[in-house]
Nanobody, 117 residues
Framework: QVQLVESGGGLVQAGGSLRLSCVVS?????????MGWYRQAPGKQRELVAA???????NYPDSVKGRFTISRDNDKNTVYLQMNSLKPEDTAVYYC??????????WGQGTQVTVSS
């Protein structure tokens, strides 16, 4: 069964950087038309922070544009989220997602990112 396994979260000071990784295990990243990163802060809805298509086209909401970069390494079945200039409001659980070409979506288990002021 295909799983998405995230890593790289942690505690960082405001202005710092983190890189999250999402490995597609027991399957191929080529199953997915779109890979994305979402986040959910306490008491808030889950929101998209970055997405990348199979051709490498990426999009971001204004809240992270210019600070976050999503990339994918097809050889390693891995998607990354480079987060720079982190702010306390970036604190959340970050989830990796994959949209199947055939329909449906799967999620990783999440990784906590905490940004201290």
């Amino acid at each position: 069964q295909v799983q998405l396994v995230e890593s790289g979260g942690g505690l960082v000071q405001a202005g710092g950087s983190l890189r999250l990784s999402c490995v597609v295990s027991s399957g191929s990243i080529f199953r997915f038309s779109i890979m994305g990163w979402y986040r959910q802060a306490p008491g808030k809805q889950r929101e998209l922070v970055a997405a990348v298509t199979s051709s490498g086209s990426a999009n971001y909401p204004d809240s992270v544009k210019g600070r976050f970069t999503i990339s994918r390494d097809n050889d390693k079945n891995t998607v990354y989220l480079q987060m720079n200039s982190l702010k306390p409001e970036d604190t959340a659980v970050y989830y990796c997602s994959g949209n199947y070409y055939t329909g449906g979506k799967i999620w990783g288990q999440g990784t906590q990112v905490t940004v201290s002021s």
